[in-house]
């Protein structure tokens, strides 16, 4: 599985943005997708999954009523859409994929085997 994340930018605060993260290869292996991100010196941390039918979804706290995390099977494509951005929302973004059976509440990077190159969002204030 390869992942290609983009749609990062420079926006203001209280902008939107639209991140898409393009699955190629053998994406029928693919149970799980999700969306984390790593701030300048920080962690990288888990921002959103969403089931194979995308029928589940799951937020961090951080970002819940204002992401929204959804996927396009036919374009084995997943999207996160970004409203109401704040500037501590910066970060780079990496889209992820689990092809073992699991959960969608599953937030860590380690529950997560193949990762897209990451998209730089900039929220500026």
């Known amino acids: 599985v390869q992942l290609q994340a983009s749609g990062g930018g420079l926006v203001q605060a209280g902008d939107s943005l639209r991140l898409s993260c393009a699955a190629t290869?053998?994406?029928?292996?693919?149970?799980?997708m999700g969306w984390f991100r790593q701030a300048p010196g920080k962690e990288r941390e888990f921002v959103a999954a969403?089931?194979?039918?995308?029928?589940?979804?799951y937020y961090a706290d951080s970002v819940k009523g204002r992401f929204t995390i959804s996927r396009d099977n036919a374009k084995n494509t997943v999207y996160l859409q970004m409203n109401s951005l704040k500037p501590e929302d910066t970060a780079v973004y990496y889209c992820?994929?689990?092809?073992?059976?699991?959960?969608?509440?599953?937030?860590?990077?380690?529950?997560?085997?193949?990762w897209g190159q990451g998209t730089l969002v900039t929220v500026s204030s």
């Open positions: 992820a994929a689990r092809t073992r059976v699991g959960s969608v509440r599953y937030a860590n990077t380690y529950q997560y085997g193949y």
């Open positions: 290869g053998r994406t029928f292996n693919i149970y799980y």
């Open positions: 969403i089931s194979a039918s995308g029928g589940s979804t």
